[in-house]
């Protein structure tokens, strides 16, 4: 019996060596409960390994979302071990174990994102104005309204009243009791402004009969006044010259019946009607912006423009052409020339005093821009006046040429000549007519203005510490000295907050933040700074705006995007 205790106890100790060797050779790696991956022997997949986990538990740590360690996270019985202390007692003498390095957990907290849905108005503002209009309210109604002052986007005015729209919402629903009641009562207001204007239409036109019959005693409007200064006056001093030089250039085609006289009256009633529409889009060009037309109406002058310029094509240009050809066709004799010039001598002494007062115009009005003749008109600054200034050119060219035609067809009594010199006052006319045209669509295409004036807009943008850089530039000449400005501008951020704390109290500023100890207070204080910021941001837009209006008067809009 003895003999058999002892080869037992042999073989248990064995096992235990065995199990020794193999707990030492499998130490670094992790094992749960009772599955094991020792390649040694068998008894690892019956004993469990709570011993190692939690040697490997007792290395996790947790950190915080600002990076601050939290400590160990205890093992299954409590207790904590260690990194290094799990040593086996039967691997005396030999290498020290290979740890692995502690897990780290980094927990990062994040507000609840939040879904506003496709149409979001719950922060939206609303003018006092709109909020009457548009939801049918009483100013008493929204003086119980919570109000809110807020930059004002105007030049005119510093701050102005908003209201937040779901307020004005609440209040129409409160005094209207339902969606359905306020709509009806909307449908019934806009008949009424629809009636309104019927009424008004009506009643304009009664008192313009009225006027008519009775006599108009208003003073002179400030229409009127343009037509008797600058561009204006030319064109009024045109209109009656060329009115006087059509009536006596017909009686003389009556009279003599030359080709090129009968070019010459039609040339003077087409410089008459172009003239009298420059007038029409002179004192159209003066009427103040409406909703419909909120950047005005000085591109009206552009657009007589062009219509005159087409006119005289068809009637100068075309009658001529086809008084020439019938007179080539079929030749004439002609009458005595002697009245018809001294018309054409007169004609010529009132287009060339025409052609003086344009020039003079025009060169007071390029030197003030800063240009030169050919560039003022070639740019067409002033349609008008350039119509003026190229008809009574044209006009002194075809009283001279039809005069020279006249004389050789008196020399020679060839009827030829004359009907050439009617010819060649019509081509005259068809390169002012294009000439007109051309010049008068690049301007309503929307042109640039020069590069110079633009690259000191540019450098003048740049220069301000708040902007980092401009991209897609674009400024468009409107005409009359009227330029809208529109950029993509690269705010500095850093800037713009930096002036904003710069109006704050830091002290103050400071202590907030030290007060601030929950998610929901930071999210508080960053939204009421962040909207702080933005504000300022805004400002600084308006600055810019206005810098670049001060030192460039042609610039009238200005529209800076920020990118």
Same mark, same amino acid.
């Given at each position: 019996?003895?003999?058999?205790?002892?080869?037992?106890?042999?073989?248990?100790?064995?096992?235990?060596?065995?199990?020794?060797?193999?707990?030492?050779?499998?130490?670094?790696?992790?094992?749960?409960?009772?599955?094991?991956?020792?390649?040694?022997?068998?008894?690892?997949?019956?004993?469990?390994?709570?011993?190692?986990?939690?040697?490997?538990?007792?290395?996790?740590?947790?950190?915080?979302?600002?990076?601050?360690?939290?400590?160990?996270?205890?093992?299954?019985?409590?207790?904590?071990?260690?990194?290094?202390?799990?040593?086996?007692?039967?691997?005396?003498?030999?290498?020290?174990? $290979?740890?692995?390095?502690? !897990?780290? !957990?980094?927990?990062?907290? #994040?507000?609840?994102?939040?879904?506003?849905?496709?149409?979001?108005?719950?922060?939206?503002?609303?003018? %006092?104005?709109?909020?009457?209009?548009?939801?049918?309210? +009483?100013?008493?109604?929204?003086?119980?309204?919570?109000?809110?002052?807020?930059?004002?986007?105007?030049?005119?005015?510093?701050?102005?009243?908003?209201?937040?729209?779901?307020?004005?919402?609440?209040?129409?629903?409160?005094?209207?009791?339902?969606?359905?009641?306020?709509?009806?009562?909307?449908?019934?207001?806009?008949?009424?402004?629809?009636?309104?204007?019927?009424?008004?239409?009506?009643?304009?036109?009664?008192?313009?009969?009225?006027?008519?019959?009775?006599?108009?005693?208003?003073?002179?409007?400030?229409?009127?006044?343009?037509?008797?200064?600058?561009?204006? +006056?030319?064109?009024?001093?045109?209109?009656?010259?060329?009115?006087?030089?059509?009536?006596?250039?017909?009686?003389?085609?009556?009279?003599?019946?030359?080709?090129?006289?009968?070019?010459?009256?039609?040339?003077?009633?087409?410089?008459?009607?172009?003239?009298?529409?420059?007038?029409?889009?002179?004192?159209?060009?003066?009427?103040?912006?409406?909703?419909?037309?909120?950047?005005?109406?000085?591109?009206?002058?552009? !657009? *007589?423009?062009?219509?005159?310029?087409?006119?005289?094509?068809?009637?100068? @240009?075309?009658?001529?052409?086809?008084?020439?050809?019938?007179?080539?066709?079929? &030749?004439?004799?002609?009458?005595?020339?002697?009245?018809?010039?001294?018309?054409?001598?007169?004609?010529?002494?009132?287009?060339? *005093?025409?052609?003086?007062?344009?020039?003079?115009?025009?060169?007071?009005? @390029?030197?003030?821009?800063?240009?030169?003749?050919?560039?003022?008109?070639?740019?067409?600054?002033?349609?008008?006046?350039?119509?003026?200034?190229?008809?009574?050119?044209?006009?002194?060219?075809?009283?001279?040429?039809? *005069?020279?035609?006249?004389?050789?067809?008196?020399?020679?009594?060839?009827?030829?000549?004359?009907? $050439?010199?009617?010819?060649?006052?019509?081509?005259?006319? %068809? @390169?002012?007519?294009?000439?007109?045209?051309?010049?008068?669509?690049?301007?309503?295409?929307?042109?640039?203005?020069?590069?110079?004036?633009?690259?000191?807009?540019?450098?003048?943008?740049?220069?301000? &510490? #708040?902007?980092?850089?401009?991209?897609? #530039?674009?400024?468009?000449?409107?005409? $009359?000295?009227?330029?809208?400005?529109?950029?993509?501008?690269?705010?500095? %951020?850093?800037?713009?907050?930096?002036?904003?704390?710069?109006?704050?109290?830091?002290?103050? $500023?400071?202590?907030?933040?030290?007060?601030?100890?929950?998610?929901?207070?930071?999210?508080?204080?960053?939204?009421?700074?962040?909207?702080?910021?933005?504000?300022?941001?805004?400002?600084?837009?308006?600055?810019?705006?206005?810098?670049?209006?001060?030192?460039?008067?042609?610039?009238?809009?200005?529209?800076?995007?920020?990118?």
């Amino acid at each position: 019996m003895m003999p058999a205790l002892a080869a037992q106890r042999r073989g248990w100790r064995c096992l235990y060596r065995l199990y020794l060797r193999c707990q030492a050779a499998q130490l670094s790696r992790v094992c749960h409960g009772w599955q094991g991956s020792m390649k040694c022997g068998s008894l690892s997949r019956i004993l469990p390994c709570s011993r190692l986990a939690v040697q490997s538990l007792s290395q996790v740590r947790v950190y915080t979302s600002d990076g601050q360690k939290k400590g160990p996270v205890p093992g299954p019985e409590g207790a904590v071990h260690k990194a290094g202390t799990a040593r086996d007692t039967s691997s005396a003498g030999q290498k020290p174990l $290979l740890l692995q390095e502690p !897990i780290q !957990i980094k927990v990062k907290a #994040v507000l609840k994102k939040r879904e506003y849905g496709p149409k979001y108005t719950q922060n939206n503002f609303i003018t %006092g104005v709109r909020a009457i209009n548009e939801f049918c309210l +009483k100013s008493s109604d929204l003086e119980q309204l919570r109000k809110i002052r807020r930059r004002s986007p105007h030049d005119d005015t510093e701050a102005f009243t908003v209201f937040l729209r779901s307020d004005v919402e609440a209040k129409s629903l409160e005094v209207w009791g339902s969606p359905e009641a306020l709509a009806k009562e909307r449908k019934r207001r806009k008949e009424a402004e629809i009636e309104y204007r019927e009424n008004l239409f009506r009643n304009q036109k009664l008192l313009k009969e009225y006027k008519d019959f009775l006599g108009d005693t208003k003073p002179r409007s400030s229409t009127g006044a343009m037509l008797l200064k600058g561009p204006g +006056k030319v064109v009024m001093v045109a209109i009656c010259i060329n009115g006087l030089n059509f009536f006596f250039k017909l009686l003389a085609w009556v009279y003599t019946g030359s080709a090129s006289m009968f070019s010459e009256a039609i040339h003077s009633l087409a410089d008459t009607c172009n003239q009298a529409l420059l007038a029409l889009g002179i004192s159209q060009s003066a009427r103040t912006p409406d909703p419909s037309h909120p950047y005005g109406f000085t591109n009206m002058r552009y !657009i *007589a423009s062009l219509i005159s310029g087409v006119g005289i094509f068809m009637m100068g @240009a075309g009658l001529s052409w086809y008084h020439g050809i019938i007179g080539l066709l079929h &030749p004439q004799p002609m009458e005595s020339l002697l009245w018809a010039y001294c018309i054409l001598a007169g004609s010529l002494v009132s287009e060339g *005093a025409t052609l003086l007062v344009a020039i003079n115009e025009i060169r007071r009005s @390029a030197q003030a821009k800063g240009l030169s003749f050919y560039q003022y008109v070639r740019q067409s600054r002033d349609p008008s006046t350039n119509v003026v200034l190229l008809e009574d050119a044209a006009a002194v060219l075809g009283v001279t040429l039809a *005069a020279t035609c006249m004389g050789l067809t008196s020399l020679t009594g060839n009827p030829y000549y004359d009907s $050439l010199g009617s010819l060649g006052v019509g081509t005259l006319l %068809g @390169a002012v007519s294009a000439f007109l045209i051309y010049t008068n669509t690049e301007a309503l295409l929307g042109r640039s203005i020069n590069p110079e004036q633009l690259q000191r807009l540019t450098e003048l943008l740049e220069s301000d &510490p #708040v902007v980092r850089a401009i991209h897609d #530039v674009k400024a468009t000449d409107m005409g $009359l000295s009227k330029v809208r400005f529109k950029a993509e501008v690269d705010f500095d %951020g850093r800037v713009v907050t930096r002036s904003y704390l710069e109006k704050q109290d830091i002290e103050q $500023l400071l202590q907030e933040i030290q007060q601030v100890k929950t998610l929901e207070e930071l999210e508080a204080f960053m939204l009421k700074h962040g909207e702080n910021i933005i504000d300022t941001l805004g400002a600084e837009v308006d600055r810019l705006e206005k810098e670049l209006k001060q030192r460039n008067p042609d610039v009238r809009h200005v529209d800076l995007e920020i990118l």
